[in-house]
């Protein structure tokens, strides 16, 4: 399946979708304009990678800023991972958030509550620049 | 140029009338016009430029980010709104951005009608009652039910704001015309060392 990569903006994250390196990745900023222009075409390709996933599927969120609009997108895209979950498959999620980033936690914290999926919340280190 | 020079019509002073004592604290921002997606990054993107060079701390510099954020897309979605008349004055909102030794401060604010008056009371007032706990519930909630509009926001933006600052989100509203009010509300975010 060809891989889906979407590079950043100021106002949308990196998106890896990679079944040929088992790479799943949405990282950095997401404050779309339009959260469903920039939403569809992510969960389009993880509903047709779901219909031949490879034996375990860990997608890596790694996001510094989510605004209210995208957090209900990312509840859809993570209802699609609890389907593939109904369907038999190995899916995780890995949550990463800078250590001292409370609010990006406990984001993390309330969809893991919310969905059926593993949750692995993951802190990093605060970034020296 | 002194605020006193800007004309009547401003929203500045309805934010005046509101926060007298702003104008004693150091504002960092001031904007009064129509707002889009472009304008919302203009302005969020500097004010936290300028808030991380004066050696505020991360995650206070993203609360308050944050709350910008949800203000002008507050100011940006309600501009569309059906029950609005199509005036000028309904298209503008104002936030401004200003600090003291303790905390940030938003405020921020649009035109609204008298029906919208009583919907954003029920919904500030029931926010400000509740304990953290219980605002979580509330945004999980409201998550997983709440429908997504044409321009997102899907009711959140004022849980968020209520919770990331965890202060009472203070409001008032000003009569305009006999059709509309201007809405204006202050979020705090206490500065965390």
């Not at chain 1, 593993?118 to 280190?125: A, C, E, K, N």
């Amino acid at each position: 399946m060809e891989a889906l990569y979407i590079k950043p903006t100021n106002d949308t994250p990196t998106i890896i979708l990679d079944s040929g390196k088992n790479h799943f990745e949405i990282s950095g900023k997401s404050l779309p304009e339009d959260v469903n222009t920039f939403y569809d075409p992510v969960f389009n390709w993880l509903e047709k990678y779901f219909e031949n996933p490879n034996p375990q599927t860990s997608i890596i969120f790694n996001l510094d800023y989510l605004n209210t609009a995208s957090s209900k997108s990312l509840l859809s895209l993570f209802l699609i991972l609890e389907n593939a979950i109904i369907a038999g498959h190995n899916v995780e999620v890995v949550w990463q958030y800078l250590v001292d980033d409370e609010d990006m936690f406990d984001v993390g914290e309330e969809y893991s509550e919310i969905i059926k999926v593993p949750f692995r919340i993951v802190p990093l280190d605060v970034e020296y620049l | 140029m002194t605020v006193e020079s800007f004309n009547q019509t401003s929203f500045l002073s309805f934010l005046k009338e509101f926060e007298p004592g702003i104008l004693l604290s150091n504002i960092l921002l001031f904007y009064e016009g129509e707002v889009n997606h472009e304008i919302t990054k203009a302005l969020t993107f500097t004010t936290e430029k300028n808030i991380g060079n004066n050696g505020t701390s991360r995650a206070t510099q993203k609360k308050v980010f944050n709350a910008m954020i949800e203000c002008l897309q507050n100011i940006d979605k309600h501009s569309f709104e059906s029950d609005l008349d199509n005036s000028i004055i309904s298209k503008k909102g104002s936030i401004l951005v200003s600090e003291d030794a303790n905390s940030y401060f938003i405020l921020a604010g649009n035109p609204v009608s008298y029906t919208q008056k009583d919907t954003l009371t029920k919904i500030i007032s029931n926010l400000n009652h509740k304990e953290k706990k219980d605002l979580r519930t509330l945004y999980k909630k409201q998550l997983e039910n709440g429908k997504l509009s044409d321009k997102g926001g899907a009711g959140l933006g004022f849980i968020d704001m209520a919770r990331k600052s965890g202060n009472n989100i203070k409001f008032s509203f000003y009569p305009i015309n006999d059709k509309l009010l201007f809405f204006v509300y202050k979020i705090l975010v206490t500065k965390l060392h």
